[in-house]
């Protein structure tokens, strides 16, 4: 199960006591800013991407979107983001929990522009019902973070 590995994951770093486990779904935006009683710009939720023939993560706040100009800019090819399938495969995580944690190895992370707004802000965890709170300066140290990147707009 994803949030085993990313648990075995924090435990390396001391924080695995941190992560938050909820009987209701964090799978979107909505449902993950409901269980934890905040704004839905705080979730910081992972979009996954195929650039080159491999995956490639963009976190960001989740009040935005990604810009496909601005996408196209960064990374010299239009945004197709994976499938389910892809996602689960390529990655190590299965959509509703996809988060930077315990990645499969040549998953390159990105975080986005839109997420240093925030003191903190709330990944998941590996699984659809699960999160942790995290300063960006630990969201940069544990993601393994490729460079911060502009690829969003607010959504409309």
Wanted: glycine share 8%.
């Amino acid at each position: 199960m994803s949030i085993e590995k990313v648990r075995e994951y924090f435990k390396g770093f001391g924080i695995d006591d941190r992560i938050l486990e909820f009987d209701v779904s964090s799978a979107t935006v909505a449902l993950a800013a409901k269980a934890l009683g905040c704004e839905e710009s705080r979730i910081a939720k992972t979009l996954s991407f195929l650039v080159d023939e491999k995956a490639v993560l963009i976190v960001c706040a989740g009040d935005v979107k990604i810009d496909n100009a601005k996408f196209k800019a960064q990374f010299k090819t239009k945004a197709k983001m994976l499938t389910a399938q892809q996602a689960a495969e390529l990655i190590g995580h299965a959509v509703g929990g996809v988060c930077p944690f315990a990645v499969n190895e040549g998953v390159r992370v990105f975080l986005d522009e839109s997420l240093k707004r925030f003191e903190t802000v709330f990944p998941a965890c590996g699984s659809s019902n699960s999160a942790i709170e995290l300063e960006i300066g630990e969201l940069e140290k544990y993601s393994g973070y490729e460079k911060w990147v502009d690829v969003s707009r607010a959504i409309q």
